[in-house]
């Protein structure tokens, strides 16, 4: 299916339905009402749509399969030599973790991603949304207080709301003025947290995956300990998007700033950065006794089984022997030069200040340890969409993000730059980018803009009226 033939199927598919289905059952048309939501904003997505890199007709700048482990076939055969070498495995793992369903190699494999990062123990489950249930309905107890960004994870959102915790506070996303504000009011509220019988536990993710900002951890962590000088606050991170991206041999955010010991618990999912599956929960002997017996998503399910465990051991297999090193800092140097190439551009800058797109983060680059892969493109709600189809035609695989996954007025276009992209691919969606700023700059400023669109938004939608004639 050509790219053309893809966008235009994907516009077709937000043509509101309900009102076409008085006859239907009353189920599923308020089913179709629910998606009509999605469709009113151009927001339903069906599985596989315009992944155009998949075919072989565009670049990879949206996968998660950050480091390209998948897409070079590096972890396929690491998988399979690891295979290999347990001939005779278990597809089953046969039960609940606490029943039937431990065993050695898991054990093993438990130890060995502690060991990588630095940690006392760790557990392994089936994926990073259950390890956020798994952390946030277990290690609350009754009176501690969670006090978390405002831009984390749904899975985080979800586990929270399984916790006990009776104090549950947001505060600004990654701003500290705003962190010590609201833990000073949690602590001045919570006797428990006061007298240092409770807790303060604090959750955040090391890289935002859809602003492409850090956590400051370092900071954060200074002022917990400032405002809680019994020691009774504690931070639990959610590494998804820096693992293998960010620190040595892509160990995470923690390692990188050598904050191993000042960490509670840590979050490493493997579906990202290793192109791979599961997700592993990293903490004192403490904390994983009590995952193991009080996390209901632990409790209550088969536990993870041998072709998972050694799908993310050759993920860590990967890491450890230093494999991925290279398309680490290949990342880094490619986000440099496409930020350059950006602030360069003259048309762009102009665009930037009409506030048709602009990129946060450009213009302190230098000030920053490391940079990553993901590049936020903002731009007002409905040119992210004409944005994505100047790009998907120009041959580059990429995607607007709206509400819900971003709040309401921040939409964009997310840019990951992968471990084998390359600098003629950077250079071209660059390019592509200031092209479709200069044609947006043309048509914002003629007399008529109100009725104008560019190229490719016109192409895309006459395709779609000859496709429904
Ligand atoms: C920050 C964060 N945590 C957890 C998850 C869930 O991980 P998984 O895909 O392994 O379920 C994601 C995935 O999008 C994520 O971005």
Known sequence: MSVQALLTSWIQAQKLRAPQMKNASIFE???????DLRRANHGLFAPNVINSWKTGQGVDFCSNDILHLGVTGQIREEFEAELARHPGYNVHSGGARLLDGNYEYIQQIEQEIADFHGAESALIVSTGYDANGTIFGALPRPGDAIVYDELIHASIFDG??????????????????????????????????????????????????????????????????????KGNIEFIID????????????????????????IAVRLHTCGKGLASIGAAILGSATVRSVL??????????????FPLVAAMRAGYNLLRSGATEKAQANIQH????????????????????????????????????????????RTRQRYSYWLTFHLQLAG????????????????????????SNTEAQIDGIAKAICDWSREMIEIETSVDSGSKMPKSAQQVYALMAEAST
């Not at 590494?239 to 000042?262: F, Q, R, S, Y």
């Not at 580059?396 to 471990?419: M, Q, T």
């Open 334 to 377: 490619l986000v440099k030069r496409f930020i350059g190439r950006m602030r360069a551009d003259e048309t762009f800058q102009k665009a930037s200040e009409m506030g048709i797109v602009w990129i946060p983060l450009s213009e302190d680059m230098e000030e920053r340890d490391f940079l990553v892969h993901v590049i936020p493109i």
């Open 239 to 262: 590494e998804a998007h820096g693992t293998g991206v960010i620190g040595p041999k892509g160990a995470g955010l923690v390692n990188a700033l050598g904050m191993e010991k000042e």
């Open 160 to 229: 929270m709301v399984h916790s006990v915790a009776p104090c549950k506070q947001s505060f600004r996303h990654n701003d500290c003025d705003s962190f010590r504000e609201v833990l000073t009011s949690v602590i001045d509220s919570q006797k428990m947290i006061r007298d240092g019988s409770r807790c303060v536990l604090v959750a955040v993710e090391s890289v935002y995956s859809m602003d492409g900002d850090v956590c400051p951890l370092r900071e954060l962590v200074d002022i917990g300990k400032e405002l809680c000088p």
């Open 292 to 305: 193991l017996n009080y996390a209901r998503p632990v409790v209550f399910t088969t536990a993870p089984s």
């Open 29 to 35: 048309r308020n089913l179709e009402e629910a998606l």
């Open 396 to 419: 580059y695989c990429i995607f607007p993000i709206d509400y819900p996954v971003v709040p309401k007025g921040k939409s964009r276009v997310r840019l990951i730059v992968h471990g």
